[in-house]
């Protein structure tokens, strides 16, 4: 799915890993770099590549946190308010070509095992810290 994700997106000049970022900040404009990492389960490296790359792109925003000054809030451009429904049109297509002959209950139990999986190996992560 990453491949065809990735040849969805290149005319964005969005990679398949940093789309996960973008749709997550226009889920929830104001969030910190390290509250992204924590609520998408990504190391906090990843993380700093991909936000720099949206950034360098002119999709994301870096503003100072005024209550603590050691975080940067992240915002949406107006050109990454523009992408996103481009980039949500070009996730359900590839969705939808993944998904023939699989019901959506099928679908919706698939997501939620692997959620589960990615959960759990989190954790184990997490305990080695």
């Known amino acids: ?24 900040i226009a889920g929830q ?13 990504i190391d906090k490296t990843t993380t700093a590549k991909a936000i720099a790359k949206l950034e360098a792109e002119g999709y994301v925003r870096r503003e100072p ?6 975080y940067h809030l992240l915002y949406l451009t107006e ?3 523009a992408v996103v429904p481009k980039v949500q049109a ?6 939808h070509n993944s998904c023939i002959g699989i019901s959506s209950e099928e679908y919706a139990l698939m997501v939620r095992l692997l959620k589960k ?13």
Do not use: C, W
Request: net charge negative.
């Open 1 to 24: 799915m990453q491949i065809l994700i990735a040849a969805e997106l290149a005319p964005f000049r969005i990679g398949s890993g940093q789309y996960i970022f973008l749709m997550a």
């Open 29 to 41: 404009e104001r969030i910190t770099q390290k509250a992204l990492s924590e609520e998408l389960l």
């Open 65 to 70: 946190d005024p209550a603590d000054n050691r």
């Open 79 to 81: 050109a990454g308010r």
């Open 90 to 95: 070009a996730l359900d297509h590839v969705r």
């Open 117 to 129: 999986v990615l959960h759990n190996v989190s954790e184990q992560v997490h305990n080695r810290e």
